[in-house]
């Protein structure tokens, strides 16, 4: 499915723009005293103008039996059974100022010409880490903040902070990992909850809707 930068989009979001839309998959989930169960999961990605994306995603048991990740899956076939998780927030680019401000005003010098015995291709160098923050909540009684980079269609995060409610689940830390592959976002996160030290929580794949 092609995608097109829409109208209107701050440019500070330019870095995520290939997020915009909704997504919507299987994965699988599993954890110390957790069987491992199938899941289905939906991302959304909204911009309103601002510099930054409104995100929410939900999770849900899978309804029915899913035997791996691996070749074509049907999507649209897939049913959710009882919730399992929802939250929400929203993602933005760490803002960046120039060590110099003429650099705010003043064109970009000309690159400097290859050494002799370099090459002089038009190869493109590798895309630049784009810094991000990312703020979350969930009724379960948890606020998280997370930072990370994005590189091109990939980006890692990890939280710099995790509060709770009296009542929310013991959860002190967690990661997580997106990458754009043949269309699909793949993801996974990795939880630190419970007494238990970082490891696997869940992971999955999603296709664009």
């Known amino acids: 499915m092609s995608f097109a930068i829409p109208d209107g989009l701050a440019p500070e979001t330019y870095p995520l723009a290939w997020l915009l839309g909704t997504w919507r998959g299987p994965g699988f989930l599993s954890y110390p005293d957790i069987p491992e ?3 289905l999961v939906e991302l959304s990605f909204t911009s309103d103008g601002g510099p930054y994306l409104a995100y929410t995603a939900t999770t849900w048991n899978l309804d029915g039996e899913l035997d791996s990740l691996e070749g074509d899956i049907d999507v649209a076939a897939l049913r959710p059974g009882p919730l399992w998780a ?8 760490v803002p960046t100022v120039p060590d110099d401000p003429s650099a705010l005003t003043d064109p970009p010098a000309p690159a400097a010409p290859a050494a002799e015995g370099e090459a002089s291709g038009s190869a493109a ?3 630049s880490a784009t810094e991000l923050e990312v703020l979350l909540a969930e009724p379960s009684g948890h606020v998280s903040v997370y930072l990370g980079v994005a590189q091109g269609p990939r980006i ?3 939280t710099d902070l995790v509060a709770r409610t009296a009542s929310g689940a013991e ?3 967690a990661a997580r990992m997106y ?3 043949r269309s699909e976002l793949m993801w996974a996160t990795d939880l630190a909850a419970f007494g238990h030290e970082m490891q696997s929580y869940s992971s999955g794949r999603l296709q664009r809707q």
């Open 179 to 181: 990458g754009l592959v």
């Open 125 to 127: 160098p590798p895309p």
């Open 171 to 173: 959860v002190s830390a």
């Open 156 to 158: 890692e995060l990890a």
């Open 86 to 93: 929802a939250e929400s927030g929203f993602w933005r680019v």
């Open 37 to 39: 169960r199938p899941i």
